[in-house]
């Protein structure tokens, strides 16, 4: 596997399920980052990991749970999701260097929510 | 973060050059001009960036004006697999490893 990769590629979950996104990276970056892609909607950043410092958006609700155990996995941990929570979610990876850094991105995980 | 303005939408004929402006007339001196492309339902490709410069690479050549207040990316000779959103970003230099914000892009439609 080479870049970055995201699994699954498509998950469709109730409202009371939970489950997990995955994002992988095979880079050797330093810093990883969800995004949150609605129909017609521009990227929005919900979480970054960038050298084993965590930083969201405030506007992200307590049920997406972030977690990065190491530099080259993260998880999106979803709990008691709502219909309009239905997006795709998207991983991306970069060299965090303090002077930026392109970011890489994954596939996506295409989520409904029902 | 600097606003950047584009067009909502373009069309270019295959084999033809791609000539999509961005305009950032609020950029600072510290901030870099990136462009990333977004093909139907994939995540996010990084093209190029620059400075001040004017940048050449395999995918696009991106030209930045002397008032770096806005730039062209140049896709030499379009594809139909070069159909895609196109993001005009502006970033910082260093700063938080958030600051990079998509807008609403250019939907560049490549016609056969």
């Known amino acids: 596997e080479t870049g970055v990769t995201q699994t699954p590629r498509h998950l469709v979950m109730g409202m009371t399920n939970k489950k997990s996104l995955k994002c992988e990276q095979h880079l050797g970056h330093n810093a990883m980052y969800w995004y949150k892609q609605s129909a017609k909607k521009p990227l929005e950043l919900m979480f970054v990991?960038?050298?084993?410092?965590?930083?969201e958006n405030n506007s992200v609700p307590s049920r997406f749970s972030p977690e990065c155990p190491n530099s080259s996995h993260l998880f999106l941990h979803l709990h008691t999701l709502q219909p309009e929570d239905s997006a795709l979610y998207l991983c991306?990876?970069?060299?965090?260097?303090?002077?930026?850094?392109?970011?890489?991105f994954g596939p996506g995980t295409r989520l409904t929510v029902t | 973060d600097a606003k950047t303005t584009q067009p909502t939408s373009m069309d270019c004929a295959e084999g033809r050059a791609a000539n999509l402006p961005c305009n950032h007339s609020?950029?600072?001196?510290?901030?870099?001009v990136y462009w990333y492309r977004q093909i139907h339902s994939q995540g996010p490709q990084y093209i190029i960036h620059g400075l001040k410069n004017n940048e050449t690479n395999e995918m696009a050549s991106l030209i930045i004006t002397e008032d770096r207040k806005s730039s062209t990316l140049i896709l030499p000779h379009a594809t139909l697999r070069d159909t895609a959103v196109y993001y005009c970003i502006v970033r910082p230099l260093s700063g938080s490893a958030r600051q990079l914000t998509f807008g609403s892009g250019t939907q560049l439609t490549v016609l056969p």
């Open positions: 990991y960038s050298l084993e410092e965590r930083v």
């Open positions: 609020t950029i600072s001196g510290n901030e870099y």
């Open positions: 991306a990876s970069s060299q965090y260097s303090g002077r930026g850094g392109e970011q890489y």
